[in-house]
């Protein structure tokens, strides 16, 4: 059983169209962090979310901290071909850090 | 900087060999961690060390043993290979979390893809 439990696993959608991945768990986390990863390479940080209910933004990729700071949710506006990736959340508790399963995204022109 | 370096990238084993994973970072780094990643599970923490000198296990230990005996290198060391240990494992590197225990940046390495047979 994952400790943080990642949906969808897989998701294609079109060009143009939104999205939003979710990140849930029933253990509270000192912080959260989204990575993305492309074919044959390790995972890169994109974010890192600290207080509940916090929310931030880049470009358009909108991350999201629940208030009890056991979830969190990835939303993408207007998807392009080069956010196709797999993208993983990560919850941390000092120096432990737990990985969802991962969401495969393809983003098709 | 050259970041996070693993080798080799590729590896086939027969079961029961031996062999060592390598991994070293140039970014004096505390902290330093092993990873397997197999498809529809994700990332699992195999072991961390947050100091020369200093391990501890993660989620998967099993099977794996660490040494940290300097900042840079944290290599990984399978004692008798098993099928079940085929996958992609990634070594990773960071600070240390701060006071309120939030996470730093963890710098991945390009992983190394083992086959045991």
């Known amino acids: 059983t994952q400790l943080l439990e990642q949906s969808p696993q897989f998701l294609s959608i079109q060009e143009g169209e939104n999205l939003t991945v979710y990140c849930n768990s029933s253990?509270?986390?000192?912080?959260l962090q989204w990575y993305r990863q492309e074919p044959g390479e390790g995972p890169v940080l994109l974010v890192t979310v600290v207080t509940g209910g916090e929310v931030k933004k880049l470009k358009r990729l909108t991350f999201q901290f629940g208030d009890a700071r056991k979830d969190s949710s990835l939303h993408i506006t207007a998807a392009q071909p080069g956010d196709t990736g797999l993208y993983h959340c990560a919850g941390v508790n000092n120096n432990d850090m737990r990985f969802g399963a991962g969401t495969r995204l393809t983003v098709k022109p | 900087n050259a970041g996070v370096t693993q080798t080799p990238k590729f590896q086939v084993l027969k079961t029961g060999q031996s062999m060592t994973l390598q991994c070293a970072q140039d970014m004096n780094h505390e902290y330093m961690s092993w990873y397997r990643q197999d498809p529809g599970m994700g990332l699992r923490l195999i072991h961390y060390?947050?100091?020369?000198?200093?391990?501890d296990q993660g989620e998967v230990p099993n099977g794996y043993n660490v040494s940290r005996s300097t900042t840079e290198d944290f290599p990984l060391r399978l004692l008798s290979a098993a099928p079940s240990q085929t996958s992609v494992y990634f070594c990773?590197?960071?600070?240390?979390?701060?006071?309120?225990?939030?996470?730093?940046?963890?710098?991945f390495g390009p992983g190394t893809r083992l086959t045991v047979l």
């Open positions: 253990s509270v986390f000192s912080s």
């Open positions: 060390s947050v100091g020369a000198g200093i391990t």
């Open positions: 990773a590197s960071s600070y240390l979390p701060g006071t309120s225990g939030s996470a730093d940046t963890q710098y």
